[in-house]
């Protein structure tokens, strides 16, 4: 089984007319058999762009 949730989260920055967003990504899986679990965190910015 694979699972992925990525959260977005935003404190006003902004550059070159663009909002800057902080993503935080995991990934997960779990081996069928021993249902041992394995993760990947990872985080960064992300520029995304932003109109009416």
Do not use: I, K
């Not at 699972?3 to 935080?24: E, I, K």
């Amino acid at each position: 089984m694979v699972h992925t949730v990525v959260n977005f989260s935003y404190d006003g920055q902004v550059q070159h007319g663009r909002a800057l967003w902080r993503v935080d990504v995991r990934c997960g899986t779990r081996a069928s058999g021993t249902g041992e679990v394995s993760a990947l965190t990872s985080s960064g910015t992300a520029m995304l762009a932003q109109g009416g």
